[in-house]
């Protein structure tokens, strides 16, 4: 007779939220919902607009376009890079071997190497105005940075540096010598060995420290550059000024979206450790199974649960960014082409 396992709704919610590709639908529909939410008209941008020349949103279009389409794609080659590792290395090939220690890293790799580009194009494009300005007060790095922004960048970033540390010391070497399993002993078993789970530990913490490094590096370098650049003309510093506020918020929230992804991927990774919590033994303590668990098994299940809610909302996050750079320019008026043709001439 055949045997049918059922399997109760918490169940399949649990299976389906233990696949990234399931928080990246999830993350994509609740994107779409904030923006039809949030995508109502704004009187102040059409006001800026309207009291905007045709010539001087060129002159910005022609600045400021490079940095703002790459801020747009920057979100979708993090979100493309993430979910392309998780198939392959999960279901076409084995690269346990060279590639596993970059498991936690990519998305922030991707978001370090799009960010330092984006503050590369605005190094090469425009260090000079076209009419200089009055004197302004002196800009730092944070003048067009949101705070908000800041402060939840830099709490993910220490929650994914905390949980590399502590991970990392618990670890133990495998056969290799490579610091990838948590040994969980039974207390009262001792003479049998330890279990050995899969972990998160050196082998995967160490290249995430170092590319978080990176990634801190690369996007103070983009607000740097962003900040202390010269406006065109004293006649856009205000259209200048909103751009700019908008590609130093981009910028940090692309970094927090990665940061949150690979924080997502080590709590997976840590959570994997409490598979397994005890151990059968034929024909010893009449088939009971002996407890094994080990120092941190509470917090690994929070963060098991934790981890589709942050790539939940690392992928809306990443798609609302990539979204809503499709506005960041002032779109050339209708009266622009006689305008045009005289800057031409």
Do not use: K
Request: charged share 15%; net charge positive.
């Amino acid at each position: 007779m055949m045997s049918m396992t059922t399997w109760s709704v918490p169940e399949i919610a649990s299976a389906l939220l233990s696949l990234p590709i399931t928080s990246l639908v999830l993350g994509v529909f609740v994107a779409l919902v904030i923006e039809a939410w949030s995508s109502r008209p704004s009187r102040t941008a059409d006001a800026d607009r309207t009291d905007l020349r045709a010539s001087h949103r060129l002159e910005i279009r022609g600045r400021h376009r490079d940095e703002v389409v790459l801020l747009g794609v920057v979100p979708l080659l993090i979100i493309a890079v993430t979910v392309t590792d998780v198939l392959v290395r999960s279901y076409v090939l084995d690269m346990s071997a060279s590639i596993a220690p970059l498991r936690v890293a990519t998305p922030l790799l991707a978001a370090c190497l799009g960010i330092a580009l984006v503050a590369a194009v605005i190094v090469l494009r425009g260090r000079v105005s076209a009419v200089p300005g009055p004197p302004t007060a002196r800009r730092t790095w944070s003048s067009f940075s949101r705070r908000r922004d800041l402060i939840v960048a830099g709490a993910l970033a220490v929650a994914l540096v905390a949980t590399t540390v502590l991970a990392g010391l618990v670890s133990s070497t495998d056969a290799d010598g490579r610091h990838t399993v948590l040994e969980i002993p039974v207390p009262n078993l001792p003479g049998v060995d330890p279990l050995r789970m899969h972990f998160y530990g050196w082998a995967y913490g160490l290249p995430t420290l170092l590319v978080v490094a990176a990634l801190a590096a690369a996007v103070g370098a983009l607000l740097h550059v962003n900040s202390g650049r010269p406006f065109i003309r004293p006649e856009t510093t205000s259209a200048e000024r909103t751009i700019r506020r908008h590609v130093a918020s981009d910028a940090v929230q692309i970094a927090a979206a990665a940061t949150a992804l690979a924080l997502a991927a080590a709590w997976r990774l840590v959570a994997d450790a409490n598979e397994v919590t005890g151990i059968v033994i034929t024909g010893v303590n009449e088939g009971n199974p002996y407890d094994a668990t080990w120092r941190y098994a509470e917090l690994a299940t929070i963060a098991g649960w934790g981890a589709p809610v942050l790539e939940i909302a690392a992928f809306a996050l990443l798609v609302l960014v990539a979204i809503r750079t499709a506005r960041r320019l002032p779109a050339a008026a209708p009266s622009a082409a006689p305008e045009l043709l005289r800057v031409l001439r």
